[in-house]
Antibody
Framework: EVQLVQSGAEVKKPGESLKISCRGS????????IGWVRQMPGKGLEWMGI????????KYSPSFQGQVTFSADRSINTAYLQWSSLKASDTAIYYC?????????????WGQGTLVTVSS | EIVMTQSPVTLSVSPGERATLSCRAS??????LAWYQQKPGQTPRLLIY???TRATGIPARFSGSGSGTEFTLTIGSLQSEDFVIYYC?????????FGGGTKVQIK
């Protein structure tokens, strides 16, 4: 079964750094874009951006540009989302998802999500 | 930025009845629209892409229509597992944007 497997929940303090991961299981990220989507507690879905796995080309939402960084490690078929200095407002579930398959702009499949809690 | 507005925010429907959910774009997105379903505590699931094409494994009671700025997701006969939240997403222009969601609840 094709799966995107994300790293586990994190609890961090404001100002700390964090890197979460998204690994393809029975799903090669080669020639794929991987997207990141935020869902704050009790809220809707927000597109953060996408990264092209092969050459790490990225496209960020203006709302997240400069706030987060996407990266990829082709050797282990894993994409990453990282923060250099977390804020309490970064508390949310973060989903990775394959984007642009079949030439379209929808997200499918999705990872199970990583809950990030930022609290002092 | 293209703003996606979903209505209603909450839709109350009886099991077995039809549900009609709307998604409006602030400017034309052609047919570059997707619908997702999200159950409580679960990952979003792709239902529809290209405004009207069902994703793999999606039951036939789910159908999408529309183009330009007005879109509709219709659930033909609501089953118990359909009383959850639905989101639309446009992929016609950057940044990609989602609607705020419609919660379908039991009447």
């Amino acid at each position: 079964e094709v799966q995107l497997v994300q790293s586990g929940a994190e609890v961090k303090k404001p100002g700390e750094s964090l890197k979460i991961s998204c690994r393809g299981s029975a799903y090669s990220f080669t020639n794929h874009w991987i997207g990141w989507v935020r869902q704050m507690p009790g809220k809707g879905l927000e597109w953060m951006g996408i990264i092209y796995f092969d050459d790490s080309d990225t496209k960020y939402s203006p709302s997240f540009q400069g706030q987060v960084t996407f990266s990829a490690d082709r050797s282990i078929n894993t994409a990453y989302l990282q923060w250099s200095s977390l804020k309490a407002s970064d508390t949310a579930i973060y989903y990775c998802a394959a984007w642009g398959t079949e030439g379209g702009g929808w997200f499918d499949p999705w990872g199970q999500g990583t809950l990030v809690t930022v609290s002092s | 930025e293209i703003v996606m507005t979903q209505s209603p925010v909450t839709l109350s429907v009886s099991p077995g009845e039809r549900a009609t959910l709307s998604c409006r774009a602030s400017q034309s997105v052609s047919s570059n629209l997707a619908w997702y379903q999200q159950k409580p505590g679960q990952t979003p699931r792709l239902l529809i892409y290209g405004a009207s094409t069902r994703a793999t494994g999606i039951p036939a009671r789910f159908s999408g229509s529309g183009s330009g700025t007005e879109f509709t997701l219709t659930i033909g006969s609501l089953q118990s597992e359909d009383f959850v939240i639905y989101y639309c997403q446009q992929y016609n222009d950057w940044p990609l944007t989602f609607g705020g969601g419609t919660k379908v609840q039991i009447k």
